[in-house]
């Protein structure tokens, strides 16, 4: 194979114990797994999370929903982000349950839905005000609402108020339910982040992590900002086949636009990988690979399919052998937050841009 991951769904059921175990017994956990499970895959990582207790799943639109149904999973399943009227007959042919953000959709609803309140993040959800929300509820005969739901904007970030304010202004709609005596089964507001510096006002009844099920937390910053309280493992490692190994002399270009050039003799391996694979291409002269338990240097610019590396201190290593791109190897490791620092983006989008040509391999099943 060029290139490959390597998904262990032990450590996978292992991150959502760990999850399960921060939160307790009196919050249900439910596992976010659209985008293939942060291209984890999502049936495999599905499955696994079922056979450890997840309840629910949540996908972000409703083609990923209908490919775990007709994977055979029967959990029950969120649909988080889209609401296309051409999608509406399947989400109750698919037993899909929708995530509703305004309130002319609440009336056209026919199955079971949760409602998602823009609390302050300025993207999903209703703004409409709490008396406005019930009334809107209350009036659909046709639909019980079965959750109400928020999102946060920068619940990592302890100097912005932002999170406070959004558990507020969610808390007021969840208070006019309350007082029309119809509160809805599940209240959910928190993702990885929430849950992990223990912001625990904002567990409600069900969790929603993501990023913490592939065993990341993302940094939490600012005056007073706790450690992570979950302690959990990157599920994945990448791994891309050896092309080619050579010796080049002083000076010699490496790669387009010859950005790299050799300031003494030096050898260079060729890697079956590029950004057509999710290789980020800010990775050029910059980033590293895990060559036979040693960090080795990107040299000259990541291209469409291949990556070359110096390998002068790794004279073992062979056409034909293996490299990591995220993993650990001894004493050394690369994760995603690592890549993601280099290449100058985020861990979901190294998880994420991970392509679908790189196959996928489970591992201690
Ligand atoms: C993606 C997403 C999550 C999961 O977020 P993580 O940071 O990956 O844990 C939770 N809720 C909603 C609405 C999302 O879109």
Not at 169 to 181: K, M, N, P, T
């Amino acid at each position: 194979m060029r290139s490959w991951v390597e998904v262990s769904l032990r450590q996978i059921r292992a991150n959502y114990r760990a999850v399960q175990d921060l939160v307790g017994a009196s919050v249900e956990v439910m596992p976010v797994v659209k985008a293939d499970a942060y291209r984890h895959g999502a049936v495999e990582v599905s499955r696994a999370l079922i056979a450890e207790g997840a309840p629910w799943l949540a996908v972000s639109n409703v083609d990923e929903g209908i490919a775990l149904r007709d994977a055979g999973i029967n959990a029950r399943i969120l649909v988080m982000a889209d609401f296309l009227r051409e999608d509406r007959e399947a989400l109750s042919t698919y037993r899909l349950t929708p995530v509703i953000h305004s309130l002319e959709d609440v009336a056209a609803v026919r199955v079971p839905y949760h409602l998602k309140i823009d609390s302050g993040m300025g993207r999903l959800g209703t703004r409409c005000s709490p008396e406005q929300i019930v009334q809107a509820v209350t009036s659909n005969t046709n639909a019980p609402l079965e959750g109400l739901m928020t999102h946060f904007a920068s619940s990592g970030n302890y100097d912005s108020p932002q999170t406070i304010d959004q558990v507020r202004a969610f808390e007021r709609v969840l208070d006019a339910f309350r007082q029309a005596g119809s509160l809805p089964r599940y209240v959910h507001l928190s993702s990885t982040i929430a849950i992990a510096y223990q912001r625990k006002e904002a567990w409600g009844n069900l969790v929603r992590p993501g990023h913490s099920i592939y065993g990341y937390v993302s940094p939490s910053r600012g005056t007073g900002a706790p450690p992570s309280a979950l302690h959990v493992a990157p599920a994945l490692t990448w791994k891309v086949a050896v092309l080619n190994v050579k010796d080049v002399e002083t000076g010699a270009l490496i790669g387009y636009g010859g950005i790299h050039r050799a300031a003494r003799p030096m050898r260079i391996a060729v890697l079956a990988a590029g950004y057509a694979d999710g290789i980020p291409h800010r990775l050029g002269n910059r980033g590293q690979v895990i060559a036979k338990g040693k960090f080795a240097p990107i040299v000259g610019a990541v291209s469409m399919d291949l990556t070359t590396i110096d390998v002068t201190n790794v004279p073992e290593l062979r056409a034909g052998d293996s490299v990591m791109l995220l993993g650990k190897e001894g004493k050394v490791s690369i994760d995603a937050q690592e890549m993601a620092r280099t290449a100058g983006t985020i861990s979901y989008a190294v998880l994420c841009g991970i392509h679908a040509r790189v196959k996928r391999v489970y591992v201690d099943e």
